[in-house]
Nanobody, 117 residues
Framework: QVQLVESGGGLVQPGGSLRLSCAASGSIFRVYTMGWYRQAPTKQRELVATIASFGSTNYAESVKGRFTISRDNAKNMVYLQMNSLKPEDTAVYYC???????????WGQGTQVTVSS
């Protein structure tokens, strides 16, 4: 089992940047594919980006070229660097972990990102 705690959300102006962090504990971090998802009001939760154990990444089309996901397996951390933020990026951002063998997944509690002038 793994516990996930996100941090780094907040209010930022359009065009600004934020870095989200997710701290994982309770299990062997490197066996998990890590990801960030987001959910805006009245919308379904959607994939933002994922990163596999050895670093291969996948991004939603809407964030390609603006967001970067990374992980530090030694520190049990995953990050989401968000640049050139737009109002439509406003959402609660969730950290996700999927075990590479069992496919069991875990979620953090979420962190609010608001992009507004």
């Amino acid at each position: 089992q793994v516990q996930l705690v996100e941090s780094g959300g907040g209010l930022v102006q359009p065009g600004g940047s934020l870095r989200l962090s997710c701290a994982a504990s309770g299990s062997i971090f490197r066996v998990y594919t890590m990801g960030w998802y987001r959910q805006a009001p009245t919308k379904q939760r959607e994939l933002v980006a994922t990163i596999a154990s050895f670093g291969s990444t996948n991004y939603a089309e809407s964030v390609k070229g603006r967001f970067t996901i990374s992980r530090d397996n030694a520190k049990n951390m995953v990050y989401l660097q968000m640049n050139s933020l737009k109002p439509e990026d406003t959402a609660v951002y969730y950290c996700n972990a999927v075990h590479s063998i069992t496919q069991r997944d875990y979620w953090g509690q979420g962190t609010q990102v608001t992009v507004s002038s």
